[in-house]
């Protein structure tokens, strides 16, 4: 930076290069001088015709966050360790006719922002203080003193480092990838993003000084970013919507990375960006973290509770033929994504270092606010539930019973208690790879998981005083992974256990659903009298005809499907619930030269869908976009798209900065409810 004016001090030099390269900070400004704290950094003092004499003047930097300040004398060709707090050293080889290059280094625990630097050369009866500009300071992982320290360079590369992360989606017979760009190391401006989410929180704005103080612990910050990337109390950065039309904003599934999104909201002052759902929170809250420097992850709960009372019971009820009834509060997202962040808990005893769950989607309030966390993946699997924060909240979230009651008139004629059905699977993005890794043993202890089931054994219930019947058990599964356009076989297996043969009246119902709702009205139904002998294993088959679903099903939508067995004899009712997604088929995408591309350079792209259903497909509509590769949609269309007949689109794709983009295509016709196909492509971005 030039100093303007007839001064002592002509220039002062960042070593910008130098700086980002030994602090592991490339790409994430081209603004600011961006460093970690605990570790030095380099500034180099160019004098003028009057240089400075180290003899007579004693130079003192000043480093600013906000109002606070904090003078650092600069020492001369002191080899010992850094003070606890900041410091500034000068070495015998850094001094130099008309410079000087001063070391710089803050403390492990100096909070995160935008600092101002200050340079004072003083004498006994004099002084002249330059303004030499800004730096950021981050978290450091890398530094064993720092609460987020991480201590394996491999784990530091997936969590801080990559740019590119995988949400996991669906159900878990049939687990959808999201490829997700997170943007946080190239792409321009989100750093800024970042600092300004800090700037304009309510902690801020009501108590600066207080707020630059906390930004130190690392669970304070995640406290104030987890709220702000929801905007239910405050200027934060998404609104969420999760039914209904999405006019005036994007659809939460046509978001694919957090750039485009933290673009948006600066660029509107700060107003919400509509739409989020829970992957799209918390995918934009694990960029901001990994840019603050807290190493981060995406985590997906299938089967996720969410429970509203507090009493981890989520209750569900059916018809006596089948039909989920809208009649709970509680409900049972078919998966819900959340963030686990690393850091240590000085607040908490050491057991609690380590993941922590931090969840953006606004569900519930944590102290008066819609946030929650951190809480400590280690307190729910060792159910210390009353531990900072929320922990009761994220434990039903994995851990919960359902409670399942079949109603007729107003009456529960049959009880069922599911111990296994939340949280089955707990995924997160391997480390170097793009398969899952499987934590759910992180959350649940499997001692004290089998001595609290032990008491929960699953039951039905008869109508009027409860008592169990275990004689007839009955199951409930779909064959394969159904893809749109194939016929849906449902198997339902019923084994009488009892010493009596049994009459049943078989109910099927088939229900469409949102993954985070309770389903709609019933798209299929059928019945049936089942005879069945005395220690006999029935297996019933049922066929749901691509007639019958696809004015309503569409790529990827999930199905409740439920069966209702009632004893004729008895009046006992026996309940199995299963819910599965529809795959959809592929769009082809393939770059000329393969998928590593030159920054600035165009690149010829083929995108392609076959029409692999039986009939002909009216309206066929073939879209391709991709944030920091083509600047608009490109779009293909045909009236008619024959059996075996592909639509096509060819495009020329650019990379604007280097890191990992995607392309993403869809494809839908006029008979198709919604998108019919998804499919997404990695591109991996060089500078030039």
């Known amino acids: 930076m030039l100093v303007k004016g007839q001064h002592q001090l002509k ?3 960042f070593e910008l290069q130098e700086n980002h390269a030994s602090h592991e900070t490339q790409g994430l400004s081209h603004k600011h001088l961006v ?18 004499n180290p003899h007579s003047e004693i130079l003192v930097l000043e ?42 280094c803050s403390s492990a625990r100096s909070s995160v922002g935008l600092y101002h630097l200050l340079v004072h050369m003083e004498t006994i009866n004099n002084r002249k203080s ?7 300071l981050l978290c450091n992982p890398w530094l064993r003193d720092d609460p987020v320290y991480m201590p394996l360079d491999f784990q530091i590369q997936e969590y801080m480092k990559s740019d590119y992360g995988i949400v996991y989606m669906g159900t878990p017979q049939n687990i959808c990838r999201l490829p997700w760009s997170f943007g946080q190391k190239y792409e321009p401006g989100v750093l800024e993003a970042c600092l300004q989410i800090l700037q304009v929180s309510p902690q801020h704005l009501s108590d600066k000084r207080k707020d630059y103080i906390l930004r130190a612990d690392p669970a304070y910050l995640s406290r104030v970013i987890c709220a702000m990337v929801n905007c239910n109390d405050d200027l934060g950065i998404l609104r ?31 107003s919400p ?37 507090g009493s981890r019971n989520v209750e569900e009820y059916y018809s006596t033929k089948g039909e989920k009834l809208n009649l709970s509060k509680d409900s049972i997202w078919n998966f819900h994504v959340w963030v686990e962040s690393w850091m240590r808990r000085p607040d908490l005893s050491a057991e609690f270092d380590g993941w922590q769950v931090v969840d953006p989607t606004p569900q519930e309030k944590s102290a008066g606010v819609f946030c929650c966390g951190p809480c400590p993946v280690t307190a729910v699997q060792q159910h210390f539930l009353n531990t900072p924060y929320d922990s009761s909240f994220v434990h039903a979230s994995v851990d919960a019973d359902i409670v399942r009651l079949i109603v007729r008139n107003g009456h529960v004629v049959g009880r069922m208690v599911e111990t296994e059905w939340v949280g089955q699977l707990i995924y997160t993005k391997s480390i170097g790879s793009d398969k899952p890794e499987n934590l759910t043993h992180t959350y649940k202890s499997k001692k004290m998981f089998t001595s609290i089931r032990s008491r929960l054994q699953s039951r039905q219930l008869l109508d009027g005083p409860a008592r169990i019947s275990p004689n007839v058990e009955v199951s409930l599964n779909v064959d394969g992974v159904p893809s749109v356009g194939d016929s849906i076989i449902i198997c339902v297996t019923v084994a009488n256990k009892s010493s009596r043969p049994r009459v049943l009246v078989e109910h099927l119902d088939a229900q469409l659903k949102e993954y985070n709702r309770n389903p709609r009205e019933s798209f299929w139904r059928t019945h049936k009298l089942v005879d069945i002998q005395a220690g006999e294993v029935l297996t019933l088959y049922h066929t749901i005809l691509p007639s019958e679903y696809e004015a309503v099903l569409a790529g990827n939508d999930i199905v409740n499907v439920a069966v209702v067995l009632k004893d004729v004899r008895t009046k006992e009712r026996f309940l199995a619930v299963h819910e599965f997604s529809v795959s959809s088929p592929l769009i082809t995408i393939q770059i000329e030269g393969g998928n590593n591309i030159q920054m600035k350079k165009e690149y010829t792209t083929h995108i392609s869908f076959i029409n692999m259903f039986p ?5 066929a509509v073939l879209t391709v976009e991709g944030f920091g590769l083509l600047q608009y949609k490109h779009i293909s269309r045909l009236v008619l798209l024959q059996p075996g007949h592909r639509i096509v689109k060819k495009v020329s794709i650019m990379a604007t900065s280097p890191g990992t983009k995607l392309l993403m295509a869809t494809f839908t016709h006029s008979s198709s409810p919604g998108i019919t196909s998804r499919s997404f492509h990695k591109v991996s971005v060089q500078t030039e």
């Open 273 to 309: 960006v509509s739409y989020g759902q829970c992957w799209v929170f918390a995918s934009v809250l694990c960029t901001v973290m990994r840019v603050l420097g807290i190493p981060s992850r995406v985590v997906t709960v299938f089967n996720a509770a969410h429970d509203t009372d």
């Open 63 to 104: 480093v600013w966050l906000g109002d606070m300040s904090e003078r650092i004398p600069v020492q001369l060709f002191d080899k010992g360790p850094n003070p606890p707090g900041w410091s500034a050293k000068i070495y015998p080889g850094d001094m130099r006719t008309h410079s000087a290059t001063i070391h710089v």
């Open 35 to 52: 460093v970690r704290r605990g570790k030095p950094f380099k500034v180099t003092l160019l004098f003028g015709h009057q240089l400075w």
């Open 130 to 136: 330059f303004a030499v500009g800004t730096f950021v």
């Open 11 to 13: 220039l002062v030099n």
């Open 240 to 270: 969420g919507k999760w039914q209904g039309s999405y006019k005036g904003g994007v659809k939460p599934t046509e978001w694919i990375g957090s750039a485009d999104i933290l673009h948006r909201w600066v660029a509107s002052n700060c």
């Open 615 to 619: 009939k002909t497909l009216s309206g």
